[in-house]
Each structure stands twice: as C-alpha cells, then as structure tokens.
C-alpha cells in the first residue's frame, strides 16, 4: 500500500463489501476468482473492481486471476482487523444485547470487554458472558482495560455527554447508534448509524 | 419538485439528517434558520445545503432565511413520510426488538404491524404491543395487512429464502439486517444495514 496516497471514503467504503464475499469465497474453499466472476457475484462492473484494487497496488491479480485467501487476508489488514480492538457498549438495552450477538465480531478482531447501563434493574445482569456494570465505572474500565471504540446505543438525551466523558479518556473511534450526530475533537472518528435515517431512505426509494 | 429530474443517491443519503435537524430545530421552537446558521449546526457548507435543497425548487430561502416548519414539512413529504407505511419485521431476537424500540417511527409514519420468528419458544411471546407470529403467517399477514416494508432481522442464513418469499407477495421495499446481499428484482428497492462493515470502517478509520 502506498501510504502517502489518500483513499477516498467511497473506496474505503466498499472495502468491508469486498471483505465480506471474499469470507464467503474462502469459507466454499476457492481459491482464485477474476474481477469478472467477482463482479457478477457482486454486481459491480469488473473496471470498478480493479480500480479500486489499484488504490493498494492491485493485488498482483494475473490472467488466471486473484488468490481468494491473500485477497481477503490483505483487505483485512488495510482494514486494521488483525490488530484487536476492545470494545465497550453504552447502553444494555435489546439494541446494546443485540450488537453483542449480532456477528461473529471476534474472529475480526473485536473483542467486547464490558457493557453499561445507568438503569438499576439491569446493572448486574448477564448478557451473554458480560456482566452489565454501573455508568459510574465506565471511565475508570475505559482506562484500565485500554479501551478503543466505544458503542453508544442509548437514546439522544445521554449520547452527547457520554461522548464528552469517553473522548476524555483517550478513546478515539466511537461507533455512534443514538439518533443525534456527536461533536467530538477531529481526531476521534465517528461512525453513524441512524436507523431512521435509513428507513427514511427506503421510504423516499419506494415513492419513485 | 421538478417531477422529471433525478436526484443524486448522495443528496436522497442526506435529506434524512436534513430532516432530523430541523425537527429538532421545530422542537426547540425556532420559526426561521439561514443556510450558514444551518452549516454550522449541521458542519455542512451553506453552499452545499443551498444546492442540496435547489434540487427540490430551494425551499424559498429569502434574505431572512428559511422557514423551519414549512422546510421540515416539505422534506418529509420529498422523503415519502406523510403517507402511511406498514411494515413487519421477520426476527424476533434483540435486533427485532430493539427495531421496534428504537425511536420514535409512528410519528414519521411507519407503523410496526407484526412481528415473525421461526422459535417456538418465541412465538406468542409479546414484544411491545405485538405478539409473535410464527413464520408459516409471514405470506398471507403480508397480504391481508397491506404490508409494503418488510424487515429482515435474521441471520444470513436464512434471509435469502425470506426475501424470496416476500418478493412473491408483492412486497417492494426490505431494510435489510442480515449479513449478506439479497438479490431481488429491479422493482424492489433494499436499504441494507450491515452492522459488521460499519464497524470495519471504523477500524480503518481508526489506523489512520
């Protein structure tokens, strides 16, 4: 990769897409496709493809096309997956339980290291192999469990401060479920998702 | 609305979070916001914002800016939020439910009609104001219910087979959560939310 070049967010956008059918290319035990069996399967035209493979020095595809396992082995590393990330939740309700079973995360290198909730009646509660912990403890736990993306799946009203408190403890990637967007320091990234924002989406396509 | 244009995938992308500011704007009783007041809440050039609503004739913005309520009444109505959408969700796991908690879709006008699941040890269970369904009603609850969104909340596996099923309904327009691309016909329109390549991009983003 030449790390002087900028990738563009659309790039780096459909990186995880690519990741995703490779996983699925090496789990049926491939082990070469070309950009043009690629782009059938992904309805992406083949030119895309390669373009976008280019940004990272095209993975030295040749005539009989790329290697399945090296491919997806290295868009896992331009993606950061074989460095762990710890993670913690903010909010333990069924959004919170339902991220935590959501994905086979930990193979991909995201570990869940504990999960919060300020509400009494499930501070204490397993969920799956966590224990829900006090709000009052997530700073100390952020720190001493070297913490680096923070899930906030709590409604609007608590997001904004819980955000203020984790990005002065260091934390700099926040992947953001309240339904406000955050206003945090430039080198903390944060990635939104809104689900209204989503099925507003799919209600403007369905009108068309 | 100059009914004969076509507005950008990337100008439909952002009319949501258009439309979620100036509903809180609403709230907080403001009557009238200029565009640069608006850039700056929302950390987007008043140019763009000017652009993005010229789209859809401008909004009428004079030197005193725009209205608030007229904007958020006619931004929902580009978005398709004054009629009425039924939807039911297939998945009754913590995604399901935490679907239907999330936020506040009544008022936008999506009204949550049933709820679906495979597990017998689910099925009749209450979720909100639903009660289960077993998969086998999925079809004709479809059609007797006028159903036009269908939420996918269950795993990879078998999401394909469910969005077949619906498709032959008539139902054209899915939110789809599971982790795979689903292949439905040019006249069906898919919102897909795959959680695990947010939280890849984050990881990128987080190398950086």
């Keep these: ?8 967010q659309a790039v780096i956008g459909r ?13 049926a035990n491939i082990e070469r496709i070309s950009s043009s069996e690629l782009s059938g399967l992904m309805k992406v035209t083949a030119s895309q493809i390669r ?13 009989y096309g790329y290697n399945v396992k090296y491919l997806y082995t ?3 590393k331009i993606l950061g997956l074989n460095d762990a990330h710890r993670l913690v939740i903010v909010g333990a309700g ?5 991220l935590i079973g959501y994905s086979n995360y930990e193979s991909r290198g995201f570990i869940f290291e504990g999960i919060f909730d300020q509400d009494p009646d499930i501070i204490g509660k397993e969920v799956g192999e966590l ?6 403890e997530l700073e100390d736990f952020i720190i001493s469990h070297k913490i680096d993306i923070v899930v906030i799946a709590i409604p609007k009203a608590g997001a904004v401060e819980v955000a203020e408190k984790i990005v002065k403890c260091g934390v700099k ?3 953001n479920f309240a339904h406000t967007d955050l206003n945090v320091p430039s080198d903390v990234v944060v990635e939104n998702v809104h689900l209204s924002d989503s099925l507003m989406k799919l209600s ?3 009108q068309k």
């Design 15 to 27: 990186l995880p897409r690519y990741y995703r059918y490779l996983g699925d290319l090496r789990d």
């Design 1 to 8: 990769m030449d790390e002087g070049k900028t990738i563009s």
């Design 204 to 206: 403007y396509m369905l």
């Design 131 to 136: 224990t829900v912990r006090p709000m009052n």
């Design 51 to 63: 373009q976008d493979f280019n940004n990272f020095g095209g993975f030295g595809q040749q005539g």
């Design 94 to 98: 069924n959004l919170g339980r339902a």
């Design 74 to 76: 290295e868009i896992g």
């Design 173 to 175: 990637a926040i992947w």
